[in-house]
């Protein structure tokens, strides 16, 4: 356990003792007081609901914490954590087989807390007139590797789609929505065409898409949501002859929407749960897990995944769920399966 429980000395023999305890208290309290914040960062999806989170701790606390808020994709931000940087990583995939090596080989313990589920969501220009549905072939033949530079006009994908330029924008390669969707749509985590616009900022890719009608892009569906008026979202079969699903909070809870529905999450390093402000913010946060989930636009999980989140925060449950990987097509009820393996 990372965790020893600190001895009390019963009295201070030596006026050193007592000198250098009084010192001690000094320097705490001038932390304290200076605000040493509770650094976060990593995934744009998980972003909004984090944020919302921190807001309201701090409101409750009269703004005697200071959070900061980052924004590096998951994989930036898994980086930092790793490194002992952050207290905090968003992330909107599980970590992954050599993140967690790199967290062991520089001591860093943590607990893995999933907080909501995302429905991945492609969009496109809302005066795109003929794209409504895509099939998960088709979207491997718009975003394998070998489509760059031989994909480049939408009726090369269906011949009775305009003779348009295709213009893709893509989360960046630290992203976490970057690996999950390639995993789930090209089969192989990071495996990408490269010709396409990226960002690790998902409102530089809503800009995008919205400004130009041959444009098509994804990311979080908190992000869609919050520019319906600018975007149009694409309904996805996973299968040719399969029902096309649209991304949406009732198609995550029934399982329907398939391949790129996925949890998300926040991991908290062990080491700084003994500061008692990152412990509070972090039981806060789960404790209003499913309105801070709500308020961003995602799937709130069920009541009693947050109260297992809970008990594993009190008892330092470490490590991960996923064994190192993606955990791609993971549906909200094999993840509550999971959490409550012992």
Not at 39 to 56: E, F, K, M, N
Request: net charge positive.
């Amino acid at each position: 356990m990372p965790f020893a429980k600190r001895g009390v000395p019963s009295r201070i023999s030596t006026t050193a003792h007592l000198l250098a305890g009084l010192f001690l208290l000094a320097t705490v309290g001038t932390s304290l007081a200076a605000g040493v914040p509770i650094r976060i960062d990593g995934s744009s999806t998980v972003y909004p609901i984090t944020d919302a989170a921190a807001a309201q701790f701090q409101k409750a606390r009269k703004n005697t914490v200071s959070i900061t808020v980052g924004i590096s994709g998951t994989g930036g931000g898994f980086r930092k954590f790793c490194r002992g940087e952050t207290d905090i990583s968003n992330a909107s995939r599980p970590i992954l087989a050599d993140e967690m090596q790199a967290c062991r080989a520089a001591g860093v313990d943590f607990v893995e807390l999933p907080v909501a589920f995302d429905a991945l969501t492609v969009v496109v220009n809302p005066r795109n007139a003929f794209l409504k549905t895509l099939t998960v072939a088709q979207l491997r033949q718009l975003w394998e590797p070998d489509a760059q530079g031989r994909i480049t006009r939408w009726n090369q994908i269906d011949s009775a789609w305009p003779d348009t330029p295709i213009k893709l924008f893509s989360p960046g390669k630290d992203s976490g929505t970057f690996d999950y969707f390639t995993e789930a749509i090209v089969g192989k985590a990071k495996s990408s065409r490269s010709d396409v616009i990226m960002s690790e900022d998902d409102t530089v890719l809503v800009q995008g898409v919205a400004r130009d009608v041959n444009a098509l892009g994804y990311f979080g569906y908190a992000y869609y949501v919050a520019n319906r008026q600018k975007l149009k979202s694409v309904a996805i079969a996973p299968n040719p002859g399969k029902p096309a699903v649209t991304p949406s909070l009732v198609n995550v809870v029934n399982g329907t929407y398939q391949p790129l529905s996925r949890p998300i999450f926040i991991y908290v390093n062990a080491k700084s749960l003994v500061r008692p402000e990152v412990r509070e913010f972090t039981e806060f946060y789960l404790a209003r897990g499913a309105e801070f989930a709500n308020s961003a636009g995602y799937v709130p999980l069920p009541t009693n995944a947050y109260s297992m989140a809970l008990a594993h925060l009190k008892n330092l449950r470490m490590g991960t769920v996923f064994s190192g990987v993606s955990g791609v097509g993971i549906t909200i009820e094999e993840l509550l399966k999971r959490e409550a393996m012992p």
